[in-house]
């Protein structure tokens, strides 16, 4: 698929005029949900009126929670918090942590080591998957690779935030955040801008079939890198692989059921 642009909103974007948004070629938004543990006065306060506009307009959603969460316990109050918010909803998009400590809350009250961090998302992303949803960790390029490079979190989608011309993340990511001073038509002020690699509609993974690659081949984090042969990130081996998503009849292949894996070019394997 070619890469589909979107932006991420909260409360702070104020009221979104989301027919002007659409108009602007917008394809997804990421909408923040609150903040924190499951407390009614940390909900977002424009997230039911974005999440509604969206459908409205047919503009595809996911949503995210900034994480204040020290511990499991608290990660799993906050993984209830999106629950809670998500009841009776379908989103074609992930659900996202957000891992950061823009604000120094962490570092204030006592930053939790690599090992505790890394516990901390998989306690919140599995709770939320069991509950039904697709879901997705942020964070920028230095956690992900300083404090948050562990295998247990390799088969949950990235959503990469780097603001740069060109990522320089060596690992797989579904969606890469590229700005943080975009201007959208219908939102007052700067906004946050992304591309999407991963068609999240449009993905094979309740129903999976099987590929066989039969010679060692190149693999890409995007059907677009792999389709033009760009950003080579891995080696394919030979053996049996679940089918994630087609896209332009690029195939993502995965050892893992219903995660995301490479992008490969069919007929160089």
């Not at 099987?210 to 891995?234: C, E, L």
């Amino acid at each position: 698929m070619e890469p589909k642009k979107g932006i991420d909103v909260s409360e702070h974007q104020g009221l979104i005029d989301w027919d002007k948004v659409k108009a602007d070629g917008i394809q997804f938004a990421m909408i923040r949900c609150g903040y924190g543990s499951d407390l009614q006065k940390q909900d977002d306060k424009q997230f039911e009126r974005n999440v509604q506009e969206c459908e409205r307009v047919n503009i595809p959603w996911g949503a995210y929670l900034y994480s204040y969460a020290l511990n499991q316990e608290e990660a799993i109050s906050e993984a209830n918090h999106v629950i809670r918010l998500l009841e009776n909803r379908l989103p074609s998009y992930p659900i996202a942590l957000d891992m950061e400590d823009a604000d120094q809350y962490k570092a204030k009250k006592g930053m939790p080591d690599n090992q505790q961090l890394v516990a901390i998302c998989q306690t919140f992303l599995s709770k939320v998957k069991q509950a039904g949803f697709e879901v997705m960790l942020y964070a920028n390029k230095d956690w992900l690779t300083s404090k948050l490079s562990d295998k247990g979190l390799e088969p949950y989608h990235k959503w990469l935030a780097q603001w740069n011309n060109k990522p320089t993340y060596q690992k797989q990511y579904s969606i890469w955040q590229f700005s943080s001073t975009g201007r959208v038509r219908g939102i007052k002020g700067n906004v946050d801008l992304n591309w999407a690699y991963v068609d999240f509609g449009n993905t094979t993974s309740q129903s999976p079939t099987v590929y066989n690659v039969t010679k060692p081949t190149a693999g890409f984090m995007t059907a677009f890198d792999a389709k033009h042969n760009i950003n080579r990130v891995s080696t394919v081996r030979t053996g049996t692989y679940y089918v994630y998503n087609v896209s332009q009849k690029m195939v993502n292949v995965t050892k893992v059921e219903g995660l995301p894996g490479s992008w490969i070019n069919p007929l160089n394997a």
